[in-house]
């Protein structure tokens, strides 16, 4: 059994933001005034300059950073508010790939895995290990998946960055989200890789019919990969469009400057 | 070509430490002198320590009734002040770690730690003695109030180390703070906590030879009556006695890292044993 | 997608292997028998335990406040003697264990015999509590700091000479080879090659064991050794608690001291 759903995302968006404001130090707003919907299966890449908060943006989303004010609606809940139970049940649905791959490196693959259901488990199963047979029917599936069947054993800091970010899709995928974030995914590797473990999210979010909102630098990657383009700059959204519409002018707008663009 | 420049020496000292190594020097003179140690009285000493020693060798056991319960009684104090301060310490050093915990919870721990750390175990052994009486029951208490001191503070230190970019994406999964530690935190520091809870267990089973001389129980007990008894050969007996069962517990320290900490089975654990002694002790932990 | 097939056995999972779990399992069984018969064994009246906290609030309650006046004639010359037994006994376990610690890096010294040898001797020491030791002094040298001196030295020798031994033999070996290979006599390679490297990690060490030495030259004094454990124990004889308490605070700030010159010293040169 792979990770294959037949998760129907309804007409509804399944993520809603109003409205969103941040700043860190008052007066200075990283971004402010923020919409956006998603909604449906399909890759969206936001790009933008360093320090436009393209990775704040993602990181308000599963309330890894908490927003000044706005309202993030995710599956009728408003993550900017929630707290406790309901936070934690909305998170378990939300999956997140992290540029670092932030594994726990002592662990070994098949546990960083299991880490994905552990919003699903009491913290005595967990500690226990007692992990649900189709648990680990699914974790092993997901490992086929992204072509790491041999190393369900293998600690995960004895891995290269191409095979520690296909650990983290897995993992993602392991808690069977409604939603995938991932915060510049493919920073840290090199062309090749990058351009694999893109593929890995753009088919496992269609094969999960669940949308994919990934930030990056990479306009190019960007271009190829995402059927959706979110451009920001200067603290706002100045770009919300399909990968064609992204015209060089657009580019201009949303990085500044010429010289990088030939 | 031009001329080599002279610059300073290449391994003389800087001057801040001249004149730190000549203030030192003066220092131990002058304390030396504060203590009156002349050289006379270190040779009339050795003279009485000829004799003293003389009268050590050879050891012999006296009562071999005392000298057991009293290693007995050393060996349970140590198991159970180990035990017993390292299930404490767990959750206090985990409430004093800053990354982990608000502060209302970890100033409060992070001073019941100092408070523990700050007494050496003989006097907490002693202040026990006065409130719960004589016996290994103040042993007990003493050594539990070290451990938890000790492993308490390493403990916080070693969780305060870790990446907190590993416990961010557990919590990204929605996991509970409970998981979020067990999967996150714990695993980055269980190897430094299983060598600390190893080197205390060590400490504590020396020490628990030694609260027995104000009168908490164990060996120290039977070692300081001996003593005034004038009888060194027999102290001479339980001096090895100690020695020996601190090598040994040693070991098995060692074994319980190597099960723990390198993760080995019996069957590697049986071949390391007998390929070969390097070292009476090798204590070091492997490196993870 | 296919469910999983009845016929087909679920895969299944498991942390360790059988092998380290019927270890850890060992270990785990180890310690339970050992609760088990240490709490079986052990000579502990219910009693007291019940009493305890009582005990203990009348004691605090007799300790306050705590005979400041006594502090300038009986507490202060004796914690200032504590220190010098610490600072002495610690240089003289430094200039010991030096060539002890030499002798137990293996890599240092190629004799089995000199190593084994060394490190029998810092086992020893390190085995035989400071305390214990200060009896064996009062024993031989009679009452006094000296026997507190020597104590503090001899049981510091195990511990510096066991973390310079492995100092030693953590060095990298290109250095060594480098040096060794120019033909440079052993000497030279020892303060050339070995120092430079275990430098930090000896005043480290030092610094280390000279604090810990503070907290145990104070109640070596319980034995006769010199310091202001002797105050303390005749306070606690004659049942004087205020005194017990000033010397207490005493001992407490002394430590504390320590520790803030350690950091302080740990910082500049390291």
């Known amino acids: ?262 | 070509m031009a001329a080599l420049s002279s610059g300073p020496a290449p391994f003389s000292l800087s001057r801040g430490a001249k004149i730190s190594f000549a203030l030192l020097a003066v220092y131990f003179l002058w304390a030396a002198a504060q203590l009156e140690f002349t050289a006379e009285r270190f040779i009339v000493g050795l003279d009485n320590g000829a004799r003293f020693l003389d009268r050590m060798f050879p050891p012999a056991i006296h009562d071999w009734d005392s000298l057991t319960r009293g290693l007995t009684e050393s060996l349970q104090i140590a198991v159970l002040a180990s035990i017993l301060g390292i299930l404490l310490a767990l959750p206090i050093g985990l409430a004093s770690a800053r990354n982990l915990m608000p502060t209302w919870a970890s100033w409060p721990a992070r001073t019941i730690i100092a408070l523990c750390r700050s007494f050496h175990p003989v006097i907490v052994a002693i202040l026990f003695v006065k409130a719960v009486g004589f016996g290994a029951l103040a042993g007990i208490l003493a050594l539990t109030v070290a451990s938890v001191g000790f492993v308490g503070k390493l403990f916080a230190e070693a969780i305060e180390e870790i990446s907190a970019k590993q416990v961010e994406a557990v919590r990204a999964t929605g996991a509970s703070f409970a998981s979020i530690v067990i999967f996150g935190v714990l695993p980055q520091v269980f190897s430094r906590f299983v060598g600390f809870a190893t080197y205390q267990l060590d400490s504590n089973l020396r020490n628990s030879t030694m609260v027995g001389i104000v009168g908490a129980g164990g060996i120290g007990g039977t070692l300081f009556s001996a003593f005034q008894r004038f009888d060194y050969d027999f102290v001479c007996a339980i001096l090895i006695a100690i020695i020996a069962i601190i090598m040994i517990g040693e070991l098995l320290a060692n074994q319980v890292r190597a099960i723990f900490i390198d993760n080995l089975s019996f069957g590697e654990l049986l071949r390391r044993r007998f390929s070969g002694f390097r070292g009476l002790t090798t204590e070091r932990a492997a490196n993870d | 997608m296919t469910e999983a097939a009845t016929t087909l056995q679920p895969r299944t999972w498991h942390r360790f292997t059988a092998g380290q779990r019927l270890a850890r399992f060992a270990i785990h069984l180890a310690i339970v028998a050992a609760i088990v018969a240490s709490l079986r064994s052990v000579e502990v009246i219910p009693e007291f335990i019940a009493d305890a906290p009582q005990q203990m609030r009348d004691l605090l309650q007799r300790m306050w406040p705590p005979d400041w006046q006594y502090y300038p004639k009986g507490v202060h010359e004796a914690l200032m003697e504590t220190l010098h037994i610490a600072s002495l006994g610690t240089l003289l376990a430094i200039i010991m264990a030096v060539p002890l610690g030499i002798m137990a890096a293996r890599n240092v010294t190629q004799n089995s015999f000199a190593n084994l040898f060394a490190r029998l001797m810092l086992v020893s020491s390190r085995s035989v509590n400071s305390l214990v030791w200060a009896l064996l002094f009062v024993g031989i040298f009679g009452p006094g700091p000296l026997a507190g001196t020597l104590a503090i030295a001899f049981r510091s020798v195990g511990f510096v000479g066991k973390l310079l031994g492995e100092a030693l033999e953590e060095t990298p070996r290109g250095m060594i080879e480098a040096l060794e290979a120019t033909g440079a006599r052993h000497g030279a390679v020892l303060q050339y090659g070995y120092w430079p490297q275990v430098m930090p990690a000896f005043w480290s060490i030092a610094l280390f064991r000279w604090d810990i030495s503070v907290r145990e030259s104070a109640v070596l004094g319980l034995v006769g050794a010199g310091g202001i454990g002797m105050a303390l124990d005749s306070a606690m004889n004659l049942f004087q608690w205020q005194r017990v308490a000033i010397i207490l605070l005493a001992i407490f700030a002394v430590v504390i001291i320590t520790e803030f010159v350690v950091t302080a010293v740990r910082k500049r040169i390291l």
């Not at chain 1, 109003?18 to 008052?26: A, D, I, Q």
């Not at chain 1, 929630?82 to 049940?89: D, F, I, M, W």
């Not at chain 1, 649905?93 to 919003?119: D, H, K, P, W």
Request: glycine content about 10%; proline content about 3%.
């Open chain 1, 1 to 262: 059994m792979t990770a294959a759903q037949q998760v129907t995302v309804g007409a509804t968006a399944a993520l809603s933001v109003r409205g969103l404001h941040k700043e860190y130090v008052p007066g200075q707003p990283v971004f402010r005034g923020i919409d956006l919907d998603i909604a449906g299966a399909g890759l969206t890449a936001i790009i933008g300059s360093s320090g436009a908060g393209k990775s704040t943006l993602i990181r308000c989303i599963n309330r890894l950073v908490a927003p000044t004010s706005g309202q993030i609606l995710f599956e009728g809940v408003d993550l900017a508010k929630a707290r406790g139970k309901p936070l934690r049940e909305a998170r378990r649905r939300i999956g997140m790939v992290f540029q670092e791959y932030n594994l726990v490196e002592r662990l070994t693959v098949m546990e960083n895995l299991l880490t994905g259901r552990l919003g699903y488990l009491s913290a005595f199963t967990a500690w226990r290990r007692k992990f649900p047979a189709a648990d680990i029917e699914r974790a092993y599936g997901l490992l086929e998946t992204v072509g790491l069947t041999d190393f369900a054993n293998t600690r995960a800091d004895a891995l290269s960055g191409g095979q520690r970010q296909r650990v983290g899709i897995a993992r993602a995928l392991m808690q069977q989200p409604h939603l995938i974030l991932a915060d510049e995914p493919t920073s840290s590797l090199d062309p090749k890789t990058a351009v694999e473990i893109m593929q890995l999210l753009a088919e496992q979010g269609q094969a999960a019919g669940i949308p994919v909102l990934v930030n990056m630098h990479d306009v190019l990657l960007a271009r190829r990969f995402a059927q959706r383009v979110i451009g920001m700059a200067r603290g706002g959204i100045v770009f919300d469009g399909s990968a064609e519409a992204l015209t060089d002018d657009m580019l201009k707008t949303i990085y500044g400057g010429e010289q990088w663009l030939h």
